[in-house]
C-alpha cells in the first residue's frame, strides 16, 4: 500500500482553513504555519508538522463621534470577513450624515437563478456588501466599484430615535475563495447639521455657527441619497465598472432611489448626455429606468422612452432634457424584476449632466 506524506496525513485529519480552537474565547483557521505569518497571523498551537491554528485579529470594528473622518481598509488581515463601522451622531441637530467613497473597491454582482424559476436570474450583492443603516430613502446594498461615489444617510433623531449611523461590510474570506479581487476601501464620513437650537440642558458636541453655516449649503434635500451641487458634472450608476472585459456586470436587482441637483435661481433645466446607458428590459420596453420628469429629447427619437416616461437606453448622440418648475431630481428604479436571459454588454448607466441658464 503507498504511504501517505506527513501532508497528507495532516490534511485527512485537519482540514486547511476549518476552524479551529484557540482557547474557551478565541478562534482560528487551520492552515500551514508559514502562510498564516505571511498573511499576518498569529499561529497558535500545532496539528502535526505543517499546520497551526492561526488567528487574526479583526482591525476594523471602529466607533467614533467625530464630525468628519476616515474609515479604510489599510492592514486589513485577508481572513477578516465582517468590518463595522459606527458614527455616533454628536448631537440632536446632525440631520444628516454624507458618505464619500474617495476608494471603494468590492466584489460585484452575481447573476442568481431562484429556486422557483430555473429559466430566471437576478442580479445579487452575494460575495461583498457594504450596508449603511439606518438606510431611509432606499440606500442600496453596494457592492463592486463605487470608488468616487457618495451617499447621504438622512436621520430626524426626535421622530426615528436614531444615535448613529453604521457601515457594515461583509466580504467573502480571501484565504478560502480564490480568484477575487483585493477588497480595498477609503471613506469619508462628514456629520451635518440642521440650523436648529441647541437643547436646554444638552451637554452633546455641537458645532460653532461658521461650521453650520457651511453644513447648511451641503444638506441635501430631503428624500435624495445623492446630492451633485456643481453646474456640470457626472453621474453614475452604484456598481458600474467601465474597465472589465472578463464577464459582463451588473448594478443589483434591488434598486429604488432618488438623485437630486442643486438649482440656483438663474437656471430653468438640466440637460443630460449619455456616456453610457444600458438598463434591463424585454421585448415589451423598458423594466428598469430612470426616471426624469418632464423628459424632453434633443432629436425625435422616442425608442427608449417606457410608458412610465423613464429611459433605458441610449447611444451617445441622444441628448434630453428636463424642465420643471420645482427642484430637480431624477430616479432610478430596477426592483421586483427578474432576467430571462444574461445581458450581451454591461447595465448601468454614466450620464454628463449640465444646468441650463434662463
Known sequence: MKKLSVRSRCSEKHKPFAQCKIDDSRTGILMEELKCKLTGGTPHKHYGFLFTCCNYEN?????????????????????????????KLRNRNVCQVRLDFEELVLAGTTAVTLPSETNKQVYLCTTDELRVGPSFYGIPL?????????????????????NAITLEINMANRLTTLNLLKPSWKIKFTQLECPLKKHRFDISKFSDIDEIANDFSLLAPQGVIQYFRGHSGEIRSFGYNDTTTSSYLSYPYSEYYAIGFHRPN???????????????????????????PELVYGDSSKN????????????????????????????FKAIGTTADTKPTQNQGFVIKYELITC
Open 59 to 87: 482591525n476594523c470594528i471602529k466607533s467614533t463621534d467625530k464630525r468628519s473622518d476616515y474609515f479604510d481598509s489599510i492592514n486589513l488581515n485577508p481572513a477578516v470577513t465582517q468590518c463595522k463601522y459606527t458614527i
Open 304 to 331: 427608449s422612452v417606457s410608458s412610465t416616461g423613464g429611459v433605458c437606453s441610449a447611444d451617445t448622440s441622444t441628448i434630453f432634457y428636463s424642465f420643471v418648475p420645482g427642484p430637480f431630481y431624477i430616479h
Open 142 to 162: 453596494l457592492c463592486g466599484n463605487n470608488s468616487n461615489q457618495h451617499v447621504y444617510v438622512h436621520v430626524n433623531q426626535s421622530d426615528d430615535h436614531v
Open 266 to 292: 438663474y437656471v430653468c433645466g438640466i440637460k443630460f448626455t449619455p456616456v453610457y446607458l444600458n438598463l434591463y428590459k424585454d421585448s415589451t420596453g423598458c423594466v428598469h429606468y430612470l426616471y426624469i
